[in-house]
């Protein structure tokens, strides 16, 4: 598949919604292409500021919701066929683009909604928090601890089994408005963006795939980079499941 091809298969990966052989394509593809890497943080972002906004919910919910998190979700049954032809593959290439484009549109609209709605500051990372915790109970989970070469800073990780983890706390310290955070996976090699943690690195959610090997965390300017600029300040080794 040419660049422009897998181009358009981002917006679909970015939403889960490839089968296992086009995700494979496309994870080859960003490891290789920092604009496409760099789009599918655009993705990845929108949706967290989704997660961000809203009012505080009330603690029985958050209780519902992180009791359920560790639970296995049901087989997901679809009369998908096993060969698609050009007409279904453009279908849903063109379904997880409109997809991806009302994210980004309900992105926007929430981005300018939120200064109305009385949100106590903190909720959102309180959330994350009990979030991590119930995914670190489920069995298979992973706890790793990143480390600066001297040991003074630390932040630590949690990953479930299905590759969704958390960035639950670190000792690193605030960074001025114009720069950020930004978490990094090693996947064969090369360091591929896993998003941007903020000017505080405060507690997030994020996914790894298998083919990450270590985590590590760099200081760039605002808004993130395709690459790593600055140097890693700390890192771990994230070993394979079973």
């Known amino acids: 598949m040419i660049h422009e091809q897998l181009q358009q298969l981002v917006a679909a990966y970015a939403l889960d919604a490839l089968d296992p052989a086009e995700a494979s394509l496309v994870e080859a593809h960003l490891t290789t292409c920092p604009r496409c890497r760099a789009e599918l943080d655009a993705h990845r972002q929108v949706a967290a500021m989704l997660g961000d906004a809203g009012g505080p919910a009330r603690p029985e919910i958050w209780e519902r919701i992180t009791g359920r998190l560790a639970e296995a979700p049901p087989p997901l049954r679809l009369p998908i066929p096993q060969r698609r032809s050009g007409t279904v593959r453009w279908l849903t290439t063109a379904v997880a683009a409109a997809a991806a484009a009302a994210i980004a549109f309900l992105g926007w609209d929430v981005s300018h909604l939120a200064g109305q709605v009385d949100r106590p500051v903190g909720a959102p ?118």
């Open 125 to 242: 990372a309180a959330g994350i928090v009990q979030a991590a915790r119930a995914a670190a109970r489920a069995p298979g989970a992973r706890r790793i601890e990143l480390r600066s070469a001297t040991g003074a800073l630390t932040a630590e990780v949690v990953v479930a089994p299905g590759g969704q983890a958390y960035l639950l706390a670190s000792t690193l310290p605030a960074l001025p408005s114009d720069r950020t955070y930004q978490l990094w996976g090693l996947s064969r090699d090369r360091p591929v963006s896993l998003g941007l943690l903020g000017t505080r690195a405060a507690p997030s959610a994020f996914r790894v795939d298998l083919q990450v090997t270590r985590l590590m965390v760099t200081a760039e300017p605002a808004g993130g980079v395709p690459a790593p600029t600055g140097p890693v300040l700390v890192q771990g080794a994230l070993a394979p499941t079973g």
